[in-house]
């Protein structure tokens, strides 16, 4: 009713005022050809005398006696037809208007009879449905239809009075006007049937749906006709095969424009819910909003609604998905304003919001970690459990990636609560008795941690050189320790990882994934070795890290202590 309320009174009569006062004042002009005009009648008395007087072989005593009389009055045919279009045409405009005033009257008295303040809650429901049945039953939104079809016929009875009244004063005038009401006339006739050729036309007339219920049943009855004929052929099985579909849509089309509409939405076509997807992602700008958008990814490709989730997803465009993903994290990952919790929230659901669209988001979120965007996801030990749980099963790169940021979780977290416990067990594989050990001495535990993750990069570097590049990019964080308070064995450890990554970065050549995990950690190694026949001397742990010298595999030398590696034959071939 509140439609009614607002669009009856303040649109119908505005638009049949304006056009009845045109069609009036014409009508003031053309009314005057259906009654004699005495001005006719006088220059008709006036040519006789004339006539008269001209004449000289006529004399008044031979002239008639009796008066001649004018003939007798009878308006043109045309000046009829025009009057009786103009004033229909005044007439339906007239009452269009009155009974816009008429349902705007009743309209109002709807919501004065159920907003009265006094009226309880339960009390006004209860009235809205008492009146909701005599909308239903007495047709109200059939006559609210009506009134702009009126208003369009009485638009069509002008103007085919007009043409015929121009067409009888001037053909210059009346050719300019056929032209313009032509063009009117085919776009209105565009608009009307176009429902009927695409159902999503969002242009409609009031004769749209006659239009739709006149072609829906003449379709039906032709093809129930040649399916009737072809019963006595022998071709009825194919014939029954080929209307079967046709029939089908014919009987839906009779059910009228609004039901087919409806049920044609109801299964929409994949692209149609990605056009959905699209348009909520570019219409919401509250994070919150995006923030519950998001959590209902996952149900909505895997809900009975989605017929075909492979081809939606195929329809949605992956970087303006990964974009909006993207850019919400980093509103929420950067505030200050927001909670670990809820940063770990909605970084949870950005995951799983991208695993059930394109999993390979993930790998770019965990890219953007490993190269310091979100440096911030590092103080989260919730985070990095998530993260650990995610990584089962996945592939090779998002795996690596994983134990990356769980490595500089492990190393960035200083509140060592249970939580913390629980994921540096699990990222190292070890008991919770020796991750207690590790941290009794010292940095021990950010030593094994860093060994942990740089044997995983440099295991990674033997198929896959990208994903090593990209992870070593977490080293500087993790090596943040004084490597000279650790365990003898974690130090030996160290060594033993070191002189490989040398021996790999020898056979590499400069610049390569060895170098730059050597150029990381190389303060650790400078620090283990002051003062000993292994101690570098083309660098320091103060050489800056832009520095050209270590660029080169031949700055780094072996461990070759003895004490300082678990194999003394290791150091074998160093040389």
Known sequence: MSFFVVLIPRLIPIQTGFFSVAVAVLVSVSVQDLRPNPQNTSAFHLERIHQLLA??????????SAVVQPPAFSPPKYAIWVNSLWFLSLAISLI?????????????RYARTTQLPSYSPHKRARIRTFFFGGVKHLHLPFAVETLPTLLHISLFLFFSGLLIYLFNIDLTVFMALVCCVGLFTVVYSCITFMPLFRHDSPYYTPLSSSVWLFYAVISYAIHQFIETIAFFTPFVNATRKYFGDIEARDRRLIRGMDKTIEEIASRPPPETDSRILKWTIDALDDDNELEQFFEGIPGFFSSKLVEDPHRVIDELRHWMFADALSRFLDRSL????????????????????????????????LHDILSGRWHGTLQSVEMGQHLRTRAINRDRETGLYTQCVVAGIIASVRERDGGWYALATDQLRVSRGVVQEYVAHGDSVLLANLIHVARKILRTFEG????????????????????RHTLPGLQRDFCALWNEIVREARNAGSDSTPTYILRYIRHLYVALHQGTDASPTMFSASTADHDDILSHDSSYPFCNIASHYTNPQAPADTI
Do not use: M, W
């Open 55 to 64: 004449n000289p072989n006529i004399s008044l005593a031979t002239s008639p």
């Open 96 to 108: 269009c208007a009155f009974l816009a005033t008429l349902l705007q009257q009743c309209a109002r």
């Open 334 to 365: 950067t505030s200050n304003l927001l909670s670990e919790s809820v940063k770990t929230r909605r970084f949870v659901i950005c995951l799983n919001a991208a695993d059930a669209t394109f999993p390979d988001i993930v790998r770019g979120f």
């Open 464 to 483: 896959d050189h990208y994903s090593a590049y990209i992870s070593s990019r977490i080293l500087p964080s993790v090596s943040h320790f004084d490597i």
